[in-house]
């Protein structure tokens, strides 16, 4: 049995089913296996690489898929059927390999500058079948733009070093989503100050089973602002 199946006293795979009930999503069995095959992929792949500073199953499960499940409905709202996503700053492939499951005709990239962190992604395209999803090795800042609907991140950076790097990469009429804590109001007020990226919406969420603020941070190009430097 994988180490992920049981936690916290239910399977994991009921909690997730759970979890994607309360936020509104329909999910396959299939996309079920997908999901317990990334988590438990994750916690073999820490234990050499050090992805994630999380080490225990149950905290792996809530804290990283659940989180990364929690903005596919917002996301829906703006990306196509056949929408293009970047991930920067993608880690471990969080939100990117979780939207590459429950989007499979998203086209996703998981940008890293860490090595063992897109060699762990590109493993996971494999592993999962995930032909929607690709690994990218690079500092955002040095691709070439990409003209994507959207470009996400978790924890990346600052809402203006996230806009200065990865606004780029943003369609002219594309969306710069940032997944948040409480409401960065500092950060708020210097991209403000920076003036090409303003604050459309500031949106809570709730994680099922988690105890904690989050919120998405919606970011358009000022109005006159120029697509790409």
């Not at 659940?66 to 996301?75: H, I, K």
């Not at 920067?88 to 499951?101: D, E």
């Not at 063992?116 to 800042?141: C, D, P, W, Y």
């Not at 950076?157 to 989503?177: Q, Y």
Request: proline fraction near 5%.
């Amino acid at each position: 049995m994988s180490p992920v199946q049981k936690t916290g006293g239910l399977d994991a795979g009921a909690r997730l089913r759970a979890c994607c009930e309360a936020l509104g999503l329909s999910v396959s069995d299939r996309q079920v296996e997908q999901l317990l095959a990334y988590l438990a992929q994750l916690q073999r792949w820490n234990r050499t690489y050090n992805l994630t500073a999380l080490r225990d199953p149950d905290q792996m499960l809530v804290h990283h898929v659940f989180d990364s499940l929690a903005v596919v409905a917002p996301l829906d709202s703006v990306m196509p059927a056949a929408g293009k996503l970047f991930d920067i700053g993608a880690g471990a492939g969080l939100p990117g390999v979780i939207l590459a499951i429950m989007r499979p005709t998203w086209r996703i990239s998981c940008v890293d500058a860490v090595e063992k962190k897109t060699a762990f992604i590109r493993q996971m395209t494999g592993v999962l079948g995930l032909a929607n999803l690709q690994s990218v090795h690079a500092r955002v800042e040095q691709l070439d733009p990409a003209g994507c609907d959207v470009v996400t991140s978790r924890a990346f950076a600052s809402l203006r070093d996230f806009a200065d790097l990865a606004g780029r990469h943003v369609a002219d009429d594309g969306t710069l989503v940032a997944l948040k804590g409480k409401s960065p109001d500092e950060e708020i007020a210097e991209l403000q100050l920076q003036g090409a990226w303003r604050v459309e919406n500031i949106q809570p969420i709730t994680v099922p089973e988690l105890d904690a603020q989050r919120c998405l941070i919606w970011m358009r190009r000022a109005s006159g602002s120029l697509g790409t430097p």
